[in-house]
Protein backbone atom coordinates (compact mmCIF):
# COMPACT_ATOMS: atom_id res chain seq x y z
CA UNK A 1 0.00 0.00 0.00
CA UNK A 2 1.38 3.43 -0.74
CA UNK A 3 2.20 5.09 2.47
CA UNK A 4 0.25 8.79 3.49
CA UNK A 5 1.41 11.75 1.42
CA UNK A 6 3.54 13.71 4.28
CA UNK A 7 5.25 16.55 2.82
CA UNK A 8 8.64 14.81 3.19
CA UNK A 9 6.89 11.52 1.34
CA UNK A 10 5.56 14.01 -1.27
CA UNK A 11 8.97 15.30 -1.64
CA UNK A 12 10.06 11.81 -2.03
CA UNK A 13 8.06 10.70 -4.55
CA UNK A 14 8.46 13.99 -6.49
CA UNK A 15 12.13 12.85 -6.15
CA UNK A 16 11.78 9.47 -7.52
CA UNK A 17 9.50 10.69 -10.83
CA UNK A 18 11.93 12.95 -11.76
CA UNK A 19 14.46 10.40 -11.75
CA UNK A 20 12.94 7.85 -13.23
CA UNK A 21 11.62 10.58 -16.10
CA UNK A 22 15.25 11.43 -16.56
CA UNK A 23 16.29 7.54 -16.61
CA UNK A 24 13.67 6.38 -18.77
CA UNK A 25 14.42 9.10 -21.08
CA UNK A 26 18.16 8.26 -21.42
CA UNK A 27 18.33 4.54 -20.93
CA UNK A 28 15.20 3.90 -22.41
CA UNK A 29 12.24 1.92 -20.14
CA UNK A 30 13.04 -1.60 -21.08
CA UNK A 31 17.22 -0.82 -19.67
CA UNK A 32 16.64 1.05 -16.41
CA UNK A 33 15.70 -0.37 -13.43
CA UNK A 34 13.80 0.54 -9.79
CA UNK A 35 17.25 0.05 -8.40
CA UNK A 36 19.23 2.77 -10.25
CA UNK A 37 15.83 4.95 -10.15
CA UNK A 38 16.28 4.88 -6.46
CA UNK A 39 19.70 5.72 -6.26
CA UNK A 40 18.99 8.53 -8.61
CA UNK A 41 16.33 9.49 -6.26
CA UNK A 42 18.85 9.67 -3.11
CA UNK A 43 16.57 6.66 -1.56
CA UNK A 44 16.18 3.41 -0.86
CA UNK A 45 14.74 0.75 -3.42
CA UNK A 46 12.22 0.06 -0.34
CA UNK A 47 11.32 4.04 -0.13
CA UNK A 48 10.41 3.73 -4.10
CA UNK A 49 8.32 0.65 -3.25
CA UNK A 50 5.99 2.62 -0.20
CA UNK A 51 5.47 5.22 -3.13
CA UNK A 52 5.12 2.37 -6.23
CA UNK A 53 4.41 -1.06 -6.83
CA UNK A 54 6.82 -1.61 -9.59
CA UNK A 55 8.22 0.13 -12.93
CA UNK A 56 4.81 -0.08 -15.01
CA UNK A 57 3.33 2.42 -12.26
CA UNK A 58 6.05 4.53 -12.63
CA UNK A 59 5.90 4.76 -16.64
CA UNK A 60 2.11 5.57 -15.98
CA UNK A 61 3.23 7.98 -13.50
CA UNK A 62 5.75 9.61 -15.52
CA UNK A 63 3.35 9.95 -18.69
CA UNK A 64 0.11 11.15 -16.62
CA UNK A 65 2.42 13.69 -14.39
CA UNK A 66 5.48 15.04 -15.93
CA UNK A 67 4.46 14.81 -19.50
CA UNK A 68 2.04 16.77 -21.39
CA UNK A 69 -1.71 15.88 -20.24
CA UNK A 70 -3.63 14.32 -23.29
CA UNK A 71 -6.38 11.89 -21.08
CA UNK A 72 -7.25 14.72 -18.39
CA UNK A 73 -7.84 17.11 -21.41
CA UNK A 74 -9.88 15.39 -23.14
CA UNK A 75 -12.14 14.32 -20.03
CA UNK A 76 -12.28 18.11 -18.99
CA UNK A 77 -13.43 18.76 -22.65
CA UNK A 78 -15.90 16.48 -22.27
CA UNK A 79 -17.56 17.62 -19.61
CA UNK A 80 -16.92 21.60 -20.17
CA UNK A 81 -16.13 22.49 -23.50
CA UNK A 82 -16.90 26.04 -23.05
CA UNK A 83 -18.04 28.37 -25.73
CA UNK A 84 -15.25 26.47 -28.40
CA UNK A 85 -16.67 24.76 -31.32
CA UNK A 86 -15.56 20.81 -31.74
CA UNK A 87 -13.22 22.06 -34.30
CA UNK A 88 -11.33 24.27 -31.51
CA UNK A 89 -11.54 21.26 -29.00
CA UNK A 90 -10.17 18.92 -31.88
CA UNK A 91 -7.49 21.07 -32.56
CA UNK A 92 -6.13 21.79 -28.69
CA UNK A 93 -6.13 17.98 -28.22
CA UNK A 94 -4.58 17.38 -31.16
CA UNK A 95 -1.46 19.82 -29.66
CA UNK A 96 -1.57 17.86 -26.68
CA UNK A 97 -0.94 14.66 -28.23
CA UNK A 98 1.62 15.18 -30.67
CA UNK A 99 3.19 16.85 -27.86
CA UNK A 100 2.93 13.49 -25.82
CA UNK A 101 3.63 11.35 -28.20
CA UNK A 102 7.15 13.42 -29.12
CA UNK A 103 7.65 13.27 -25.25
CA UNK A 104 6.76 9.56 -24.57
CA UNK A 105 7.94 7.92 -27.73
CA UNK A 106 11.91 7.89 -26.71
CA UNK A 107 10.77 6.18 -23.23
CA UNK A 108 9.04 3.06 -24.48
CA UNK A 109 10.19 2.38 -27.78
CA UNK A 110 13.07 0.24 -26.38
CA UNK A 111 10.62 -2.22 -24.66
CA UNK A 112 9.69 -3.56 -28.31
CA UNK A 113 13.13 -4.60 -28.43
CA UNK A 114 12.80 -7.54 -25.60
CA UNK A 115 9.28 -9.26 -26.71
CA UNK A 116 10.05 -10.69 -23.12
CA UNK A 117 10.22 -7.55 -21.38
CA UNK A 118 6.92 -5.99 -23.40
CA UNK A 119 4.90 -8.96 -22.31
CA UNK A 120 5.75 -8.55 -18.73
CA UNK A 121 5.18 -4.36 -19.11
CA UNK A 122 2.06 -5.41 -20.86
CA UNK A 123 1.20 -7.55 -17.99
CA UNK A 124 1.53 -4.94 -15.58
CA UNK A 125 -0.37 -1.90 -17.36
CA UNK A 126 -3.31 -4.21 -17.37
CA UNK A 127 -3.33 -4.82 -13.76
CA UNK A 128 -3.49 -0.76 -12.73
CA UNK A 129 -5.65 -0.18 -15.79
CA UNK A 130 -3.46 1.79 -17.80
CA UNK A 131 -1.70 1.19 -21.64
CA UNK A 132 -1.72 3.09 -25.30
CA UNK A 133 -4.79 2.43 -26.09
CA UNK A 134 -6.50 4.50 -23.19
CA UNK A 135 -6.28 7.88 -25.06
CA UNK A 136 -7.82 6.09 -28.24
CA UNK A 137 -10.70 4.97 -26.33
CA UNK A 138 -11.31 7.88 -24.12
CA UNK A 139 -10.99 10.65 -27.77
CA UNK A 140 -13.74 7.98 -28.84
CA UNK A 141 -15.76 8.36 -25.94
CA UNK A 142 -15.57 12.56 -26.14
CA UNK A 143 -16.78 11.98 -29.85
CA UNK A 144 -19.37 9.74 -29.18
CA UNK A 145 -20.68 12.59 -26.74
CA UNK A 146 -20.17 14.96 -29.46
CA UNK A 147 -22.59 12.86 -31.70
CA UNK A 148 -25.18 12.71 -29.08
CA UNK A 149 -25.03 16.20 -28.20
CA UNK A 150 -25.62 17.39 -32.41
CA UNK A 151 -21.91 18.90 -32.64
CA UNK A 152 -21.40 16.10 -34.99
CA UNK A 153 -22.98 13.93 -37.66
CA UNK A 154 -24.82 11.16 -36.60
CA UNK A 155 -23.42 8.75 -39.20
CA UNK A 156 -20.11 9.42 -37.92
CA UNK A 157 -17.74 7.15 -36.77
CA UNK A 158 -16.16 7.89 -33.62
CA UNK A 159 -14.03 5.41 -33.21
CA UNK A 160 -12.25 5.74 -36.70
CA UNK A 161 -12.15 9.33 -36.33
CA UNK A 162 -10.00 8.93 -32.87
CA UNK A 163 -7.87 6.66 -34.56
CA UNK A 164 -7.27 9.22 -37.86
CA UNK A 165 -6.53 11.75 -35.59
CA UNK A 166 -4.23 10.15 -33.07
CA UNK A 167 -2.22 8.26 -35.77
CA UNK A 168 -1.22 11.47 -37.54
CA UNK A 169 -0.64 12.84 -34.21
CA UNK A 170 1.73 10.02 -33.32
CA UNK A 171 3.21 10.13 -36.75
CA UNK A 172 4.58 13.47 -36.66
CA UNK A 173 5.82 12.77 -33.46
CA UNK A 174 7.68 9.78 -35.17
CA UNK A 175 9.11 11.80 -37.82
CA UNK A 176 10.15 14.86 -35.94
CA UNK A 177 12.32 12.52 -33.76
CA UNK A 178 13.55 9.69 -36.51
CA UNK A 179 14.41 12.77 -39.26
CA UNK A 180 14.16 15.69 -37.60
CA UNK A 181 12.79 18.81 -37.76
CA UNK A 182 12.55 18.79 -41.25
CA UNK A 183 10.55 15.73 -41.42
CA UNK A 184 7.48 17.51 -39.74
CA UNK A 185 8.16 21.40 -40.69
CA UNK A 186 4.56 22.92 -40.34
CA UNK A 187 4.24 24.46 -36.90
CA UNK A 188 2.35 22.77 -34.15
CA UNK A 189 -0.11 25.22 -34.47
CA UNK A 190 -0.98 25.57 -38.09
CA UNK A 191 -0.55 21.46 -38.09
CA UNK A 192 -3.55 21.47 -35.06
CA UNK A 193 -5.55 23.29 -36.86
CA UNK A 194 -5.19 21.46 -40.40
CA UNK A 195 -6.25 18.13 -39.31
CA UNK A 196 -9.07 19.43 -36.75
CA UNK A 197 -10.50 21.10 -39.81
CA UNK A 198 -10.16 18.36 -42.02
CA UNK A 199 -11.07 15.91 -39.14
CA UNK A 200 -14.39 18.18 -39.04
CA UNK A 201 -14.72 18.21 -42.23
CA UNK A 202 -15.34 15.11 -42.25
CA UNK A 203 -17.78 14.32 -39.43
CA UNK A 204 -19.40 17.68 -38.57
Given at each position: ????????????????????E????????????????A?????S???L?????????????????R??S??????????????????E????????AA??Y???????????????????H??????????????L????????????????????????????????????????????????????????????R???????
Amino acid sequence: MPQPRTPAGARTRDRILEAAEHLMRTMGLARVTTKEIARAAGCSEAALYRHFSGKEELFVCVLQERLPSLNSLIRRLAEDPGDRTAEECLAEIIRSAALFYEASMPIGSSLFAEPSLLQRHREGLRKIDAGPHKPLHHLADYLRHLRESGRIRRDADPDAAAALLLGACYQRAFLRLFVGEEGSPQPLDAFAAALARTIVAGIG
